[in-house]
């Protein structure tokens, strides 16, 4: 999955400072402007152009369109000590291999409206870029392929459009996006929020999204997709969604106000596969990871889940391997504190090999019907409970310590 654009990306812009015909453009600052600069590279003859811009505030509303011209190849760089603010906002349209690095961008506050928007577009790059706090959103791309965001702080933006501003970073449509190293802190509505294929967020934070318990942090939709290495904690709603199939691995996701994790989104479609595994889910204020009935045949396995409201795993949904995970001191709640919870409606599961303690309720609880349950662990009075309603279940080789065993 690994994304051929940041490779392109930088044999683009050697090319074109080793080239002695290409030279690059340079804005020295207001009020020379940027619009300007992007004009001449758009309509001298050379395809790929670099435009450096020196340290300063450029009160102007950037548009980089590359209809109508033969450009191929455009990179727009911040250079010197300093900042370098654009405060009326950036948009990239109908372009190819766009970059912006080291930018400050602004836009209007109160209109719905990201800073940076980028649409119909072939590679697009934002890299050491900021967006300003009371904006109404970071960076916004619609139809676009290959994306890279990397190194990017897009926190404080509020959510003025309901449900349609206060994101740090929208991507909608097309392939093959990667966000990587970037921060996304306090926003109102959704720190990263990505609706595409093949997409890999990676090594994110994103924290303190809110207020509303019906936010969440991290949204991810759409096929092949993976979230792995981030830090997603103390937001007021949801921790991470994920809808479709997707890697979640390595991550750690606590002290988020409801779910942790919730894999599926009571849609119309139902999606086979996923995988989650190696995270950490700790210290949420209900179900640690919740996995709903339009995801099936996912595997779960090695993932430490302690410390959370309700429920450490309840599964609504079926056909899932759950293998090797940790449960630990789920607290009593809605759910009943149970470690894992195979609801009525969650079939055909196997689980293998999971430990199970000092939960409030039952380490494993099973409601479900034709589930194989073998070789699991429960301690610290924790049980592995068969409920008299279900029919179908079986299993060997369990072990508890002070609690019921139905499948020993």
Not at 26 to 43: E, M, N, R, W, Y
Request: charged share 20%; proline share 2%; hydrophobic share 35%.
């Amino acid at each position: 999955m690994k994304s051929r654009l940041a490779t392109l990306l930088l044999l683009a812009a050697s090319l074109v400072w080793a080239d002695p015909a290409s030279a690059a453009i340079i804005v020295t600052g207001f009020p020379a402007k940027i619009q300007d600069a992007v004009d001449l590279a758009l309509s001298n003859a050379d395809t790929a152009d670099i435009i450096r811009v020196l340290p300063g505030t450029y009160p102007e509303h950037v548009v980089i369109d590359f209809s109508g011209t033969n450009q191929a190849i455009l990179n727009l760089e911040g250079t010197g000590n300093g900042n370098h603010v654009i405060t009326d906002g950036v948009e990239v349209l109908d372009a190819r291999l766009v970059t912006l690095f080291n930018f400050t961008v602004d836009s209007n506050h109160g209109d719905g409206d990201a800073a940076i928007f980028v649409d119909n577009t072939v590679g697009f790059a934002a890299i050491s870029c900021r967006g300003v706090a009371g904006d109404d959103g970071g960076l916004d791309v619609e139809d676009t392929f290959e994306v890279i965001v990397s190194n990017c702080i897009f926190s404080g933006m509020d959510e003025s459009v309901a449900a349609d501003s206060g994101y740090g970073l929208r991507i909608r449509g097309r392939t093959d996006h990667e966000v990587k190293n970037s921060t996304f802190s306090s926003n109102e509505f959704r720190a990263i929020w990505v609706e595409a294929d093949r997409s890999r967020v990676q090594s994110c934070v994103a924290q303190q999204t809110g207020p509303g318990a019906s936010t969440d942090a991290v949204f991810v939709s759409g096929m092949q997709n993976l979230v792995r290495k981030c830090k997603i904690r103390d937001n007021d709603g949801d921790g991470l969604v994920v809808s479709g199939v997707c890697v979640v691995r390595d991550n750690t996701i606590e002290d988020n106000q409801r779910v942790g994790m919730r894999l599926g989104i009571d849609g119309a479609t139902t999606f086979s596969g996923g995988q989650v595994r190696k995270n950490t889910i700790r210290d949420n204020g209900s179900v640690g990871l919740f996995v709903d009935d339009d995801q099936i045949g996912a595997e779960i396995r090695e993932n430490g889940i302690r410390n959370n409201e309700s429920c450490g795993i309840q599964m609504l949904s079926g056909a899932h391997l759950l293998y090797k995970n940790s449960v630990r001191e789920t607290s009593n709640g809605a759910v009943g504190g149970h470690g894992i919870f195979i609801d009525a409606t969650s079939d055909g599961n196997n689980l293998e090999g999971n430990s199970v303690r000092d939960n409030a309720g039952q380490g494993i609880r099973v409601e479900g019907d034709r589930n194989y349950i073998t070789f699991n662990t429960a301690k610290g009075n924790d049980g592995i409970d068969e409920d008299p309603g279900s029919s179908g279940n079986a299993g060997r080789g369990n072990k508890t310590s002070g609690g019921v065993n139905d499948f020993p």
